[in-house]
């Protein structure tokens, strides 16, 4: 059973950092890609990140490029998001899921392309 747990959330001023950490376990580690997601109120759910285990590539969302940077520990089985610059509009609460990658992705950034999910971690960033 494909199993995510988030860590690492919580205030923050505006200009501040974080990183959060997503525990990954029951799968194929290479397998898999592990993207990043955030839902503020009232709004969608939208995709932050994502990263391929199997060879590292990686994308991001124009709203946090040059901002945040996704990287896994392979041995840990954990994949991290290093926040830097927030802004209060990255309030939200970040969920990391998980996608085969056996089946190709558009961008890796969509939801309806992921089929676990974590729990989430709220994340607020006070101005």
């Known amino acids: 059973e494909v199993q995510l747990v988030e860590s690492g959330g919580g205030l923050v001023q505006a200009g501040g950092s974080l990183r959060l950490s997503c525990a990954a376990s029951?799968?194929?580690?290479?397998?898999?890609?592990i993207g990043w997601f955030r839902q503020a109120p009232g709004k969608e759910r939208e995709g932050v990140s994502c990263?391929?285990?199997?060879?590292?590539?990686?994308n991001y969302a124009d709203s946090v490029k040059g901002r945040f940077t996704i990287s896994t520990d392979n041995a840990e089985k954990t994949i991290y998001l290093q926040m830097n610059n927030l802004k209060p509009e990255d309030t939200a609460v970040y969920y990391c899921a998980a996608r085969t990658l056996s089946i190709p992705a558009i961008h890796g950034l969509l939801a309806w392309e992921y089929d676990a999910w974590g729990q989430g971690i709220k994340v607020t960033v006070s101005s």
């Open positions: 990263i391929s285990n199997n060879d590292g590539s990686t």
């Open positions: 029951g799968f194929t580690f290479d397998d898999y890609a």
